[in-house]
């Protein structure tokens, strides 16, 4: 009996040895493996250097393909028409002060726009990488009618009756955010003019201009836009133009609607006059 208990404890101790011994075995083997592991991944060889080297190739041929290309030059042209309806308004008076002359009348108004950019100009025909600042050109012919004929009267006595007001302006334009004219963006403007009031009495006005446009998208297809004008004569303010509209755009054709404010002040060695003019405009632009 008593040899029989010695056995088992000498199986029973062989065993739980054997198992130590196993685990141990184990954990080398796996920190052998492991290190070769990283040691062969970390091995520098001929093989796979021209592998890697293979692989980089096609993806840069796969970038080319399917990044953003380089800035190319990309001209643009925006044609713009624009119907208004509203009133205006004529005070008349000597160069002391302005009287209670007073007339107010219905009025129509039409507007014609033409923008061409010069889009990526610099960076698209050289290659260099310049600020985003696009250059412009802008021409605009505006013209308001008188729906009522009821005229001014001078301090003499004499009739002024209101006929077409026309405005001409031609600039430069630099668009110092957006990418494009379809895009939230900021234009800076200044260029020439030239005011016909309308009032046979009263000489052209001429001289230089200068505004700000700002667009904003609220979706990919609904935006809105506003404009800012000052004419000068010389040194003096005669007019300022105020723009604010919604616009929905669909593809590459966009209608707005929106409402605009004019105001212009006109001298004589005499007389003095200032004329307002609130329209609301509805428009259409087609952008190429």
Known sequence: MTIRKYVFIAILGFTFSHKTLFAQTKRIVTYIEDVQEERKSTRWTLTEWLRIKERMKLMDVWLAMFSK????????????????????????????????????????AEEITAKFWFTNLVSGTTGLRTLNIDLGLEGLVRNRFMKDDEALVDPSGDPWLPETDKLQT???????????????????????????SGFDQLDKLSGTYFGAEMSLYLLSFLGAEGQYYQYLDGKDKKGSRVQAMGFLEIYNIRVSYGQERDEWEYETPLLKLKTKDFERYLSLRLYF
């Open 170 to 196: 031609a600039g430069v334009n630099l668009r110092v955010f957006g990418a494009s004219s379809q895009d939230s963006s900021l234009v800076i403007k200044g260029g020439k003019f030239e005011k016909v």
């Open 69 to 108: 290309p380089e800035q190319k030059f990309a001209p643009e042209l925006m044609l713009g028409y624009a119907k208004g309806v509203g009133e205006s308004e004529f005070r008349l008076g000597s160069m002391d002060g302005l009287t209670s002359n007073t007339v107010r009348g219905t009025n129509a």
